[in-house]
């Protein structure tokens, strides 16, 4: 066994190495260091199993040295027993809990105890160890993702407080990354859960990459991750880095000979600017992001102090939503469609309105928030229900063929329950499904175009009608027009005229409307609300009007009046 021995007092020394060399049995390879410095060097030089250590020396006692020796990695794997001629129980507690394995009073040195100390120290620093490594594997099963390997959430918020607490005390700044993957769900929803395991794994990679050395890395949950960067100067360092993780993700991913395409989104908060608070700052940066989400996804976005009341704002109205849906308690309204030719009705739009109740939101500004939170199907199936049910009613009640107009978001598009749910309510109401215009935007079609068309395709072969809603407002394409199963074109209100308007406002209205009718589409004039938009719209030969001038959106019971009076029921 190798021993050293520290101890300033040679007597002391050579008693305690006589003893051990008393010993029959056991063969002791013993050195001798006359300070702590010159132990520490033989430490550094030599691998002992157990240090006999004088707790009291001169320039650094022995509990210094136990410290300094447990702070060094290398020199922390031997055991201590600490040796002194003061025996006070206090003295004795006092190293241990520096790190010793077992304390000696010199006047106790005998060859039994002495070996006994060197045992049981041994032991202890055996179990000790092993208590170590177990609290290590531990620690990181608590602070690491084990797929990735990266921080957790615990250890990342841990480690921003604590840089947010140090900066206190710099000019520089500290920003803070919120990434999301786009499209993740759809990944793990197409290609299974150890596809999309890969997507992460390889996403991390990527990031890596386009970080520097000393940067905070962690996965917060699902493809949700976060980056630290500190000691930041000026805004032109995030972007370079937030764009080359932009730039990184351009290349499609190879999962399991498959090309997996993926972008992320990015938001960035800083400190001081937006928050002292490592939480806040957090939330402030996952705002960010899903403000670079509404852009577009696959990009950067910085936190400004309005995003708050935006998120705030939306938060409410996705609670609110979610109570209404429960309750049943939204209300539709009927808007009539007219022939052209002889004003006769053909039919009406469903249109969903906000409960009478505060808080009173718009439609433009809930089906937004519906549409990002899903909920937007489930809302979507209680109009198809309400309004099919309301024209099975208006059928037999009034023995009229009237149609039903239903409008159909770029989210229920992509919704598989769509047609199933569709086709069981038509079979139950008895209704054909010729009597049912579905309603999209061009939004819809943007998107996944040939998915998009493929889920047209079958709805029309159904029998639905399709109609592209407000068509010439924004973005609009002839291509779309030919591309798709689209029967009705809805002109948006924008296109109407009014005295105002100018000479060319005028010409492409009328050369648009010549154009749809050509193509041999059903043309809708939407918006009409005075007497001489009425007229240019028959002027023009449009075939369908639908506005305030002809008909208010009703309510079930003044859609009944207005019915009862048309078919003198």
């Known amino acids: 066994m190798k021993v050293l021995i520290v101890d300033d007092d040679i007597v002391d020394r050579k008693v305690v190495k006589r003893t ?18 010159q132990g520490m060097s033989l430490l550094s030089a030599n691998q002992f199993d157990v240090i006999l250590l004088d707790y009291r020396m001169p320039e650094v006692d022995g509990i210094e040295m136990v410290s300094d020796m447990r702070a060094k990695p290398d020199m922390g794997n031997t055991a201590i027993v600490m040796i002194s001629a003061y025996d006070e129980p206090s003295l004795a507690l006092d190293c241990i809990e520096a790190g010793a394995q077992d304390f000696l009073s010199k006047s106790e040195i005998t060859l039994n105890k002495l070996e006994k100390a060197i045992l049981y120290a041994n032991k202890r620093f055996e179990i000790e160890q092993r208590m170590h490594k177990s609290y290590l594997a531990v620690k990181k099963m608590a602070e690491k993702d084990p797929l990735t390997g990266l921080s957790n959430r615990y250890h990342f918020e841990e480690t921003l407080k604590i840089l947010i607490a140090s900066n ?36 991390v990679k990527r990031m890596r990459k386009c970080l520097r050395n000393n940067e905070g890395f962690a996965r917060l949950g699902g493809d949700e991750f976060a980056i630290i960067l500190g000691n930041i100067i000026s805004g032109d360092e995030i972007s370079r880095i937030a764009n080359r993780i932009l730039d ?43 403000r670079a989400k509404q852009n577009g996804k696959n990009g950067v976005s910085f936190y400004e102090s309005y995003y708050q009341t935006e998120f705030n704002q939306r938060f409410l109205i996705q609670n609110e939503l979610i109570g209404v849906l429960e309750n049943a308690s939204f209300r539709l309204l009927y808007q009539p469609l007219f022939s052209a030719t002889d ?65 159909i978001s770029a989210v229920q598009l992509h919704d598989i329950e769509l047609l199933p749910y569709l086709s069981h309510t038509l079979e139950k109401l008895s209704l ?18 040939k998915k998009v068309t493929d889920i047209l395709r079958v709805l ?37 005229t009014s005295n105002d308007s100018s000479d060319k406002h ?37 075939e369908r009007l639908q ?18 009076s048309i078919f003198d029921v």
């Open 20 to 37: 051990l060399c008393a010993s029959s049995d056991s063969h002791h390879d013993v050195q001798e260091a006359t300070s702590a410095a």
């Open 343 to 407: 004003k006769s009705l053909l039919g009406f739009e469903a249109l969903i309105r906000w409960p009478e109740i505060e808080p009173y939101f718009t439609p433009e500004e809930f089906i937004p928030v519906a549409e990002q939170s899903k909920l937007i199907n489930r809302i979507g199936q209680w109009v198809i229900a309400t309004a099919l049910h309301q024209l099975s009613q208006w059928h037999s009640q009034f023995n009229a063929a009237l149609t039903m107009s239903v409008n």
């Open 248 to 290: 990184s993700f351009n290349v499609a991913f190879n999962i399991d000979d498959k090309e997996v395409h993926c972008g992320v989104s990015i938001g960035v908060a800083l400190c001081p600017d937006d928050s002292v608070n490592a939480q806040t700052l957090l939330k402030c940066a996952d705002i960010a992001m899903y």
């Open 460 to 496: 029309s072969g159904r029998g639905f009608k399709i109609a592209l809603d407000d068509f010439g407002m924004g973005f609009s394409s002839v291509s779309h027009l030919m591309e798709y199963p689209i029967d009705i074109v809805k002109l948006d209100k924008s296109m109407q």
């Open 168 to 203: 206190k005390r710099l000019t520089s700044k500290v920003a803070l990354l919120a990434l999301d993957l786009d499209n993740f769900k759809h990944i793990n929803d197409t290609l299974g859960h150890a596809a999309g395991d890969k997507v992460l794994q390889q996403s």
């Open 506 to 542: 005028q010409r492409i209205f009328k050369a648009l409307a010549l154009m749809l009718k050509t193509l041999d589409f059903v043309v809708v004039a939407e918006g009409i609300e005075t007497k001489e938009q009425l007229l240019q719209c028959q002027q023009f030969n449009l």
């Open 432 to 449: 054909p499904a010729s009597s049912v215009i579905l309603e999209i935007t061009e939004t819809a079609l943007i998107k996944d175009n």
């Open 547 to 564: 506005g305030n001038y002809l008909g208010l959106p009703l309510n079930k019971e003044k859609s009944e009046l207005f019915l009862a």
